[in-house]
């Protein structure tokens, strides 16, 4: 299948199938196709007795990759979930930047029961029943969205590792106690640490929350776009929301105090992030974002 699609203000998002092209048009009119080829994953390495049983000293790192063609050069765009690379660069080819967020076979060795990440279903009869390749594009010309990116929390010195985010393995999809994959970014802070909005949020609320006899409190901030994307900002375990629900925030506005809820076993902030683009609810690493914060930071 072809997708057509035009570099906007915010980074596209897709799910592709093997066979697929992504004809990418850059702001310059410069057209970049992008086939997808081939997906596969492993195991780096892993503890686990069992394979797909979670266990409390499981642990479980992996790889996964996409054979790419973009531009006619062909290219294995390789990527490591559960190390201090899970904190990753854009492959920058033909001017675009392609972050590479998943593909299916990572789901035969790790479950989705700990949040919603893996990739939407093709809804087919037959196989594949999971789209292959999710990947997020942009022209490298321009930055993930149209507006500086406020750091959600106080950023670490020199960048995310992995021995921060809970208890050193809950990045986006890491194996949460070896077998399940983690929908979402933890950082770890000490409870009450300040939550700033990222970018403006013209809507904001609990789903759930404490008060309301659930195990968490999550809030969502969802952000309209002029070139038709929604964003999903999602944080969750905050100890207090500092502005009234269902009002627009401007970025940078302290809108919590952090890491204080229902943490486990170490205080953190659980992150996630999720695009609705061309009519397609897209799940994406909010190591994303995090990447643009730092990237504002030098600026
Ligand atoms: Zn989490």
């Avoid at 081939?38 to 790192?61: M, Q, S």
């Avoid at 999550?218 to 964003?231: F, L, N, V």
């Avoid at 809820?261 to 170490?266: I, K, L, P, S």
Wanted: proline letters at 6%; one cysteine or more; aromatic letters at 12%.
């Amino acid at each position: 299948m072809i997708h057509a699609r035009q570099a906007k203000e915010t980074l596209t998002a897709i799910e592709m199938l093997h066979g697929d092209t992504l004809k990418f048009r850059l702001r310059n009119g410069s057209e970049v196709p992008i086939e997808l080829l081939d997906t596969g994953a492993a195991i780096i390495e892993t503890n686990l007795p069992l394979p797909l049983a979670e266990d409390r000293k499981g642990r479980t790192t992996y790889r996964f990759w996409a054979d790419l063609r973009v531009d006619g050069r062909e290219i294995r765009y390789e990527r490591e979930v559960g190390t201090d690379k899970s904190f990753y660069e854009p492959l920058t080819v033909s001017g675009v930047n392609i972050w590479l967020d998943a593909v299916d076979e990572i789901f035969a060795f790790i479950l989705e029961t700990h949040g919603p990440c893996r990739l939407n279903p093709t809804c087919k009869n037959k196989p594949p029943f999971y789209f292959q390749a999710r990947i997020a594009v942009q022209d490298a010309t321009l930055r993930i969205c149209p507006e500086p990116v406020h750091p959600w929390c106080p950023l670490p010195e020199g960048g995310l590792r992995i021995e921060m985010c809970y208890t050193g393995e809950d990045c986006w999809m890491g194996a949460y106690f070896g077998a399940s994959a983690h929908g979402g970014l933890d950082i770890n802070h000490p409870k009450g640490t300040l939550l700033y909005t990222p970018i403006d949020i013209d809507e904001q609320f609990l789903v759930n929350s404490v008060a309301h006899g659930w195990t968490n409190n999550r809030w969502h901030g969802i952000r309209h776009w002029p070139d038709h994307s929604t964003w999903v900002l999602r944080s969750a375990h905050m100890v207090k929301q500092l502005v009234p629900e269902h009002t627009p925030v401007r970025a940078g506005t302290v809108y919590a105090e952090g890491a204080g809820v229902w943490v486990g076993q170490a205080e953190h902030s659980h992150f996630a992030f999720s695009a609705l683009d061309h009519g397609s609810f897209i799940r994406l690493d909010p190591w994303i974002l995090f990447w643009q914060m730092y990237q504002d930071l030098e600026a």
